[in-house]
């Protein structure tokens, strides 16, 4: 068994190589189980590798500075696996229109900084995307349940729009989390 004590130097070493990227810096978690990789404030990038027993390396991939990726770019080619018995055309379709968050099977190929996209090339694995989106705040009537109008709730809204730039969906919640909004 390796003591963190024996582990410390090796992943000073990763640390030193990958933070000598001047585009991007990284970020890793070690799970017990894997994890849903969320969308942080400049990060472009996630990926994660799962052990047989369930243990997962997670890395998150973020932008040093506003022109990372123009003057580095992440380049990847996306097929999604509609033959697939796995592949939900109700939702592929949401996406492409509103931007809804979709999972399916997909064939994917990408350069992920500090050599991190080999693993997805391929091969089909599971993809998780969503259309980029703005967040802003706006105030909702509220109906009680005998229809009379109660007082305007501030919702935190993000709206966003699939590849297709046909549709809009907006989701949300109010500031103490109970309601949700979704249109």
Request: net charge negative.
């Amino acid at each position: 068994m390796v003591t963190p004590e024996e582990l410390a130097p090796h992943l000073h070493r990763l640390f030193e190589v990958l933070d000598a990227d001047p585009h991007y810096r990284y970020e890793f978690s070690f799970d017990l189980t894997p994890r849903e990789i969320t969308r942080r404030e400049g990060m472009v990038a996630g990926t994660r590798a799962t052990l047989p027993d369930g243990r997962t390396l997670t890395v998150r991939i973020y932008r040093r500075f506003a022109e990372a990726e123009n003057e580095r770019p992440i380049p990847f080619k996306l097929r999604f696996a509609a033959e697939d018995a796995d592949f939900d055309r109700t939702a592929y379709a949401s996406w492409r229109k509103y931007g809804t968050p979709l999972t399916a099977p997909a064939e994917v190929d990408i350069d992920l900084p500090g050599g991190l996209g080999a693993p997805l090339g391929g091969g089909l694995t599971e993809v998780s995307v969503q259309g980029a989106g703005h967040t802003y705040q706006a105030r909702l009537p509220i109906r009680k349940s005998d229809g009379t109008a109660a007082e305007h709730l501030l919702f935190t809204i993000t709206a966003t729009s699939g590849p297709e730039g046909t549709g809009l969906w907006e989701q949300g919640t109010d500031e103490s989390g109970y309601l949700t909004f979704e249109n």
